[in-house]
């Protein structure tokens, strides 16, 4: 069975610096897609960015963008120029391209912006 | 175009007293999920639906939780009595086609707190 493993429960960053979040999973399919969701504090999960594993090359939105690095099975996620408005649970997400489709969650990682 | 609506936001009941929670998703799409999330802790789904038909419902727990969703618009989840365990919060989400990666879009969910 898949799993995805978050193993920083709490990051913390400095107002406009960078900061990494580690991600990674298991699963001995070949084909499949990785997500970073980000939930505020009002609770409503939002997508962030998503990579298809067919894809070599790294996703990227704006701030955000991802080290996917498929062999190590290990999708992190870096944030340039933190704002106080990126302050969130992040979850990193796993999705199987057969037909089960169901997302395997991570733990989340709580990211704290210091002004 | 409106997001994915849940109501309440918030409900407090005592315990062996029976909740519904009712989710609208955005408009189209015929994925329909219900997650149970604790603090701090990832989204874990309950029951996922393919327009009417629950697809995967491997995780609700049928002895006191129920869903329906009539129509293949929206849904209801009850839970019939509550007990102190439930305490969490209920989100909603829908997405277009799973098979495709597509995005969740979440409602703000619905906070429950049994006494």
């Known amino acids: 069975a898949q799993t995805v493993t978050q193993s920083q429960p709490e990051m913390s960053v400095q107002e406009a610096e960078t900061v990494t979040l580690s991600c990674t999973y298991d699963?001995?399919?070949?084909?499949?897609?990785l997500f970073w969701y980000k939930q505020p504090p009002s609770r409503q999960m939002i997508l962030v960015i998503r990579?298809?594993?067919?894809k070599q090359q790294n996703a990227t939105e704006n701030r955000f963008s991802v080290n996917f690095q498929k062999a190590a099975k290990s999708f992190s996620l870096k944030i340039s120029d933190s704002q106080l408005g990126d302050a969130a649970m992040y979850f990193c997400?796993?999705?199987?391209?057969?037909?089960?489709?169901?997302?395997?969650w991570g733990a989340g990682t709580k990211l704290i912006i210091k002004p | 175009e409106a997001g994915v609506v849940q109501s309440p936001r918030y409900k407090i009941i005592e315990k062996k007293q029976p909740v519904a929670f009712w989710c609208n998703p955005i408009?189209?799409?015929?994925?329909l999920y219900w997650y149970l999330q604790n603090l701090g802790q990832g989204p874990e789904l309950l029951i996922r639906?393919?327009?009417?038909?629950?697809?995967?419902d491997s995780q609700l727990p049928k002895d006191r939780f129920s869903a329906e969703r009539l129509k293949g618009v929206d849904s209801t989840l009850k839970i019939q009595p509550a007990e102190l365990g439930d305490s969490a919060v209920y989100l909603c989400?829908?997405?277009?086609?799973?098979?495709?990666?597509?995005?969740?879009?979440f409602g703000e969910g619905s906070r429950l707190t049994v006494l």
């Open positions: 997400a796993y999705r199987s391209s057969n037909s089960n489709y169901q997302l395997i």
């Open positions: 699963t001995s399919e070949s084909d499949y897609y």
């Open positions: 990579q298809e594993a067919y």
């Open positions: 408009s189209g799409h015929n994925t």
């Open positions: 639906y393919e327009n009417e038909e629950a697809v995967d």
């Open positions: 989400a829908s997405s277009l086609n799973p098979g495709s990666g597509g995005e969740l879009f």
